[in-house]
C-alpha cells in the first residue's frame, strides 16, 4: 500500500458514525512496519548458554531460503544453513538471507564470551588452610586463579589471603578504686598482671598481656581560696586525662547547696567553715562512681 498523502496515525475501532462511550473507543498506532508475520522471525537467536562449550547460533530454518553467515562483515566459509556448525570467535555475527529474488540481512549479534572476577578478601588462623581449587593455602599472600560456573563460563578469582597468627598484645590500664576494668567481658577490681585469651573478630586466639595498675584518685579535706594561688580551689586530683565528666555539688551544714557545676570550685561568697561534698565522675574506662565527703574552706 502506497498512501496518496502523509498518515500520522492509524485508528483502530468503531466505523465513521457517531459512538457514545465515556472513554475512547480508538487505538492508534504510529511508526508501523508492515510485512508479512514470518519476516519477525529473521532475528539470530542463541542455543544453549553462551558458555556452553556446544552454544551456537541459529535463525529461523526454512527450505526455501538461502543463508549465509558474516563475522564481522567477513563471510564466514561454510556456513550456509539456519543454524552455524560451531562459533568462529568473538565479534559481530549476520545473517544474509536470499529467498524469491529478496536479499535480508539480520541485526548483528555481539558473541563474547562471559568473564566474571569475583575477588576475595579471607582471613584464618595461623592453624587452619583455606581451599582455592585444587589447592590448600596456608601461608598469606596474593593469589589469581581461574575457576569455570555452572555454565562453564571463566570465573576469576583474585584472593587476598591473611593468615592471623598468635599475637601477644600489652594492655596497659587502671582501674579506680571500687572500681571494675572490663575488657572482653572479663572484670578485673584488683591490679595486677594478668594474661588474657581473646577472640579475634575471626575466631582466632589473640594473647594479651593485661598490666593493671590502681589509679589513685586523691580528694583534699581542706582549701584556702584566699588568692595566694596555693591551694585556692577544691576538686579531685588524678591523672590527667582519666575523668570523661564530673560533677560537683556542695552543700552547708544546713542542707542547703551553694554550689554545682562540672569544673572546680572556688569557694566565691561564703564563709570559713565545713562543706560537704557530693563528687560524680565518669571515668573513660566506662566507669561511674560518686563520693561524698566533707571540705574545710578556710579564709
Known sequence: MTPDQNITAIAIGPDCSPVSSSVSIYYFFDNLLLDDFESF???ITEVLHPCNDDFTL???NDPSFEYQWYLDGV?????????LSKMHGDGSYQVRIINAGSCRLTPGYEFKIPEFEIPTNISI???QSYTYGDRELVESGFYLDTFKTINNCDSIVPLTLQVIGTRFDTLDASVVTDGIYEVANQSFEQAGDYELTLPSSVGCDSLVYLRLSNLDLYIP??????????NDTFAPVTIDGMINNMTIQIFDRWGNIVFEGEDEWDGEGLKTGVYVYNISIGYIDGNNLNYRGSITLVR
Open 41 to 43: 522471525k529473521l532475528f
Open 58 to 60: 541459529s535463525v529461523l
Open 75 to 83: 563471510a564466514v566459509q561454510g556456513e550456509v544453513f539456519s543454524e
Open 125 to 127: 588462623c595461623d592453624n
Open 221 to 230: 579535706n581542706t582549701f584556702s581560696p584566699n588568692g595566694d594561688n596555693a
